[in-house]
């Protein structure tokens, strides 16, 4: 069992940078791939990034990539997505999610086992 608590979420302006963070309790989180999905008000939830747990690979959404970076720190168990350039479009709720499927940071956001309550992530113009 995983139990995650995103943090970090609020409201910024178009252009200006978040870093949410995502505390997991259990022993064995650095067995997970831990991603990052949000979900904007009447759509359905999508994959943002990614982050293995043995080879520490990382994957990202198109929409994300070069803006946003995933990382992990297996000893505070935390992860992390520090979001720059963020665009109205970011607007949405962000949730931690974590898994075991083999496919690692390439598992699509409906096979993530675990997932947090999620954080408000609020771009304005």
């Known amino acids: 069992q995983v139990q995650l608590v995103e943090s970090g979420g609020g409201l910024v302006q178009a252009g200006g940078s978040l870093r949410l963070s995502c505390a997991a309790s259990?022993?064995?989180?650095?067995?997970?791939?831990m991603g990052w999905i949000r979900q904007a008000p009447g759509k359905e939830r999508k994959f943002v990034a990614a982050?293995?747990?043995?080879?520490?690979?990382?994957n990202y959404a198109d929409s994300v990539r070069g803006r946003f970076t995933i990382s992990r720190d297996d000893v505070e168990n935390t992860v992390y997505l520090q979001m720059n350039s963020l665009k109205l479009e970011d607007t949405a709720v962000y949730y931690c999610?974590?898994?075991?499927?083999?496919?690692?940071?390439?598992?699509?956001?409906?096979?993530?086992?675990?997932w947090g309550q999620g954080t408000q992530v609020t771009v304005s113009s």
């Open positions: 259990g022993r064995t989180f650095s067995k997970y791939t």
């Open positions: 999610a974590a898994s075991q499927n083999p496919l690692g940071a390439r598992v699509s956001a409906p096979l993530y086992d675990y």
């Open positions: 982050i293995s747990w043995r080879s520490g690979n990382t």
